[in-house]
């Protein structure tokens, strides 16, 4: 396999202890089939699908259980064989919170029996086609932000796609699933690769790795050799937190810089993850939709940390139990990595296909609660924050709940990666402030949306009344001069019979 050399180095970012050889010391634990299966119908970014099974009812693993409605949707299946035992509301973490969504619960039998046989499935005749096919599989990004693969890939259809990037850099501490996935199935992911390149239509695919894993890194390149694909390269990239991020990708690796409120895809740009790669040759090549993936289950309150292939909708209290349970209390239940994941308040949620880490934190590695100083203005969050934003400034307009001013500082853009509390002196917690900001500047971007619609029905109305009054103005005027015509045609005909009068008078007086 080519070497690809980075074009640029990262802008900000911060070295962090990796924390992932506690969970890398043993193979991916497979096969796991909890007794009960709680499975969201949201699954990614965008609305939740429509339940098509009913209660009672029995499932085949890779059932479709719930159907997307709306293209930014995606297909959810069943992950085993089992029965249908409720339909409610359950909370589910996904993205960066947990919330209520409705959930379809399923009593695993056991048996894992699939609804046909697997095999390969054949391309669709056209991109769209094929693109609707990844949707109807179910298949998201796994790198946690959980978008849908298939909106992603659609795109703006005008825009030819130049590069796609497989990101295995995997960045986060502690998270280390995709770091296992790359050293026992690279052949795989690589296949999946060439499937997304040629769906695409990219004429290069780069495969990113932090070099702070030599053995993902030598198995890929292994693989490549024996592959031989065409137009496929290995990047290695300094071990930096967050050379993973999507747009910070893009500009190490093709040195372009996304700008605000666009996307790489604008640009022709395509970011998928080794896990969604990977998803995509288990679909084309086996038949499987994505109903389970590789989870991280680590922090030093579990007695065997390790990867585990998770059933969607598995209790974290099984991963956790497959894992050797719990060897002391956990002061922290995490869901995703230590920097940007957020707090479970208890192990009885379920899997999404966001889960890509589950962190038992004992007290000892919990950040401990420091008294919150004033900022001195020493600029090392600006410095480290590869959004290139200002925290200093944002933070105050966040707490003033000024969202004018977070608007114009691009709050938007804030990717929530934390590096501004590691280096902050004074302790401020600052991603905790952008986070509960957002909603507000969403508020205001709703509301102006809200005031540009209602202004330019106003804007119609006062169109459509003018135009209104100008027909009305004309037909009055059509109806004077109809009848200025109509009075000097009588006044004419008077006129005439007043002579006609007059001459007959004059004629009968001579």
């Known amino acids: 396999m080519l070497k690809f050399t980075p074009k640029r180095r990262l802008t900000g970012g911060v070295r962090l202890p990796a924390n992932k050889t506690e969970s890398t010391g043993k193979s991916i634990r497979r096969g796991l089939i909890p007794p009960r299966l709680i499975v969201s119908t949201r699954q990614q970014r965008g609305p939740a699908a429509k339940p098509i099974v009913e209660i009672g009812q029995g499932v085949l693993r890779g059932e479709t259980i719930a159907r997307a409605e709306k293209s930014d949707g995606t297909d959810v299946h069943a992950p ?18 947990v919330a209520l969504e409705l959930c379809i619960v399923i009593e695993t039998d056991g048996a894992d029996l699939a609804i046909q046989k697997r095999g390969p499935i054949e391309f669709a005749a056209t991109r769209e086609d094929r693109i609707r096919q990844i949707a109807s599989a179910g298949i998201v990004g796994l790198g946690g932000a959980a978008y849908s693969t298939a909106e992603k890939m659609r795109g703006e259809p005008q825009i030819d796609c130049k590069l796609l990037i497989i990101n295995g850099a995997e960045c986060e501490p502690y998270i280390s699933c995709d770091d296992m996935l790359m050293r026992e199935s690279p052949e795989q992911i690589l296949d999946g690769a060439a499937i997304l390149q040629q769906l695409v239509g990219a004429p290069e695919c780069i495969i990113a790795i932090e070099r702070d894993k030599p053995q993902a890194i ?22 930096i937190y967050p050379s993973g991020g999507e747009r910070q990708l893009v500009e190490v690796l093709a040195g372009v810089e996304v700008p605000s409120e666009k996307y790489p895809s604008d640009f022709g740009f395509l970011c998928q993850n080794v896990g969604t790669a990977y998803a995509v040759h288990r679909f084309f090549r086996d038949g499987e939709p994505l109903s389970s993936r590789v989870v991280t289950v680590t922090g030093a309150a579990v007695a065997e940390p390790r990867n585990v292939e998770a059933m969607i909708g598995t209790p974290i209290a099984d991963l956790i139990d497959a894992c050797g349970g719990y060897s002391r209390e956990a002061a922290r239940l995490i869901h995703g990595g230590s920097m940007m994941g957020f707090e479970l308040s208890e192990d009885s949620l379920a899997v999404t296909k966001a889960t890509n880490c589950v962190v038992a934190a004992a007290p000892d590695e919990v950040k401990s609660e420091n008294r919150e100083w004033p900022c001195i203005r020493c600029g090392e969050c600006s410095m480290v924050c590869p959004a290139r934003l200002q925290p200093q400034d944002l933070v105050i307009a966040a707490r003033e709940s000024n969202a004018q001013a977070l608007t114009e500082l691009a709050l938007s853009e804030c990717i929530e990666c934390g590096c501004c509390d590691v280096v902050c002196p004074s302790h401020i917690p600052l991603t905790q402030e952008f986070r509960k900001a957002k909603p507000l500047v969403q508020s205001l971007e709703e509301l102006q949306a809200f005031s ?59």
Do not use: M
């Open 80 to 97: 085993t064989s089992g029965k249908i035992i409720a339909i409610e509301n359950y909370e589910s973490p996904l993205l960066s919170k």
């Open 452 to 510: 540009d619609a209602s202004d330019q029905r106003f804007r119609l109305h006062e169109e459509r009344r003018q135009d209104a009054t100008i027909a009305a103005e004309r037909q009055r005027d059509h109806i004077k001069r109809a009848l200025s015509h109509e009075e000097r045609r009588a006044e004419e005909i008077r006129a005439a019979v007043q002579r006609a009068r007059q001459r007959k008078s004059e004629t009968d007086g001579s």
């Open 218 to 239: 030598d198995a890929i390149t292994l693989a490549a050799d024996k592959l031989d694909l065409d137009g496929l390269r290995i990047a290695e990239l300094p071990s």
